[in-house]
């Protein structure tokens, strides 16, 4: 009767060590936030050590291993620290493409926006949270459309 104990035994073990990894996942990943336009403001990367963030389509990205992309004096430094969408689906620097704002943007644009959009940043870049623009409504209420973007191969961060 020894075999049918040691087996239950094992299984318990089993559980708890689950249990523990699934409480140390959850102890693990942090909360989405929420971002007003000031608060993006200062994950730009100007200071070292620091985390960078940038968001598209008002998903917020902690970008910070691309820190060779979008640190202090690096390439794409302009694009941190704000909405950078209309800037990514034009593949462009200029300081009156550095917006949320897609409007007129050509389909063409549109379509290399979510290309950059799924093939880099969802795919290489945690999502921290979203910007007050993309979940709140103009009188301040929370958005009635807003859907939390899924990541399944990042810790999903979905609350607010
Ligand atoms: C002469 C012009 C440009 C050249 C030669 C160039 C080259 C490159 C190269 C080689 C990479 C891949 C780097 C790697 O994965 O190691 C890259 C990535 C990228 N480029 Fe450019 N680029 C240019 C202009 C621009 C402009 C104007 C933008 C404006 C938005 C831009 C945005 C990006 C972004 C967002 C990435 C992805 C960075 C990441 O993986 O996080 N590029 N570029």
């Keep these: 009767m020894l075999f049918p104990r040691c087996i239950t035994v094992f299984s318990l073990i089993l559980i708890c060590a689950a249990d523990e990894a699934t409480l140390k996942f959850k102890r693990d990943s942090k909360p989405a936030r929420m971002f007003t336009d000031e608060e993006l403001r200062s994950y730009d990367g100007s200071e070292d050590g620091q985390p960078i963030y940038m968001a598209i389509k008002g998903i917020v990205f902690d970008v910070t291993s691309g820190k060779r992309f979008y640190g202090k004096d690096a390439p ?85």
């Design 76 to 160: 794409y430094n302009a694009l941190v620290g704000k909405d950078s969408t209309r800037a990514v689906a034009k593949m462009s620097l200029d300081p009156e493409d550095l917006t949320h704002d897609t409007t007129g943007l050509t389909e063409k644009e549109l379509e290399s926006l979510e290309s950059v959009f799924t093939g880099t940043y969802k795919s290489k870049y945690p999502i921290v949270g979203y910007t007050s623009r993309r979940t709140l409504s103009e009188d301040g209420s929370p958005s009635e459309g807003f859907k939390p973007e899924d990541q399944p191969h990042f810790s999903i961060r979905d609350e607010l």
